[in-house]
């Protein structure tokens, strides 16, 4: 269980709720700034080789991983790349003893118990384009807390990411974002009331480019994961330079309903 190796094609071992299965999600959308991260160094579904284990019975776990990130001949803010160094990613997870998270998940439908503090950094240097003499650099840093007890579950992600260039014309970018988000498995009605809190800076490095995103709903599980229906009202809130800001109003509302089954 301390040391094992992987090579071949999955996600990138970064961001809490990006790494949990789309399947026992929480809420039905991922975070906006999640999403935003998991594009930072291409593609977050990719090859890599990576050394993962736990010790101390689980208490720590830990992944370090080696890819390619943006490669050669990628098209990268309209320029094709010409050569980069390689992507290095590390996540550390530190767990309460008799605390240990069995299986990742945003809900566990009242069953155990979890709670696990985790960091992560990821960093890609040397990006070079083919038709200027300039590159960048790219860092992402972040930390999570994910937990559960009896039917009350909770979690909190950070990150912050960078994009430096070497061209003296370009002003680097720093997107940021965090979310909050709950839930209650009510026993009995397999029913599960959620909440979500959510702000994206798309750069901090300017001005009025933030959007800030309240989710409420719930979760109806007729069979655990392997059938439930989720219902999500979500209301977005933009400033007046930030992308998604609409041309008559500075807010938008979307309401989802989605139904999972697996067999």
Do not use: C
């Amino acid at each position: 269980d301390a040391f094992n190796v992987r090579f071949g094609k999955a996600k990138l071992p970064y961001s809490r709720v990006s790494l949990t299965s789309s399947s026992k999600q929480l809420i039905i959308e991922r975070p906006v700034s999640t999403e935003a991260a998991k594009k930072l160094f291409e593609d977050y579904y990719q090859s890599h080789l990576m050394l993962h284990g736990k010790v101390a019975e689980g208490i720590l776990a830990y992944n370090l991983a080696l890819g390619d990130g943006w490669e050669p001949n990628s098209t990268i803010n309209s320029s094709t790349a010409h050569k980069s160094d390689p992507l290095y990613i590390a996540r550390l997870e530190l767990s309460l003893p008799w605390w240990i998270e069995k299986d990742k998940s945003d809900a566990q439908l009242g069953k155990d118990k979890h709670l696990v503090l985790s960091l992560h950094y990821a960093m890609q240097e040397g990006i070079e384009y083919k038709t200027s003499a300039y590159g960048e650099d790219r860092t992402l840093m972040g930390a999570d807390i994910s937990g559960h007890y009896e039917g009350f579950t909770a979690q909190f992600e950070y990150n912050l990411w960078k994009e430096e260039y070497t061209d003296p014309s370009k002003k680097a970018k720093e997107p940021k974002g965090w979310y909050a988000q709950a839930g209650y498995f009510i026993s009995g009605l397999n029913t599960e009331p959620v909440a979500r809190y959510e702000v994206y800076d798309q750069d901090s490095n300017s001005s009025d480019k933030t959007e800030k995103t309240t989710t409420i709903g719930a979760n109806w599980y007729g069979k655990g994961h392997s059938f439930k229906v989720g219902l999500n009202w979500a209301h977005t809130e933009y400033e007046k330079s930030a992308s998604g800001w609409l041309a008559n109003d500075d807010t938008k509302d979307v309401y989802q309903v989605q139904a999972q089954l697996y067999f």
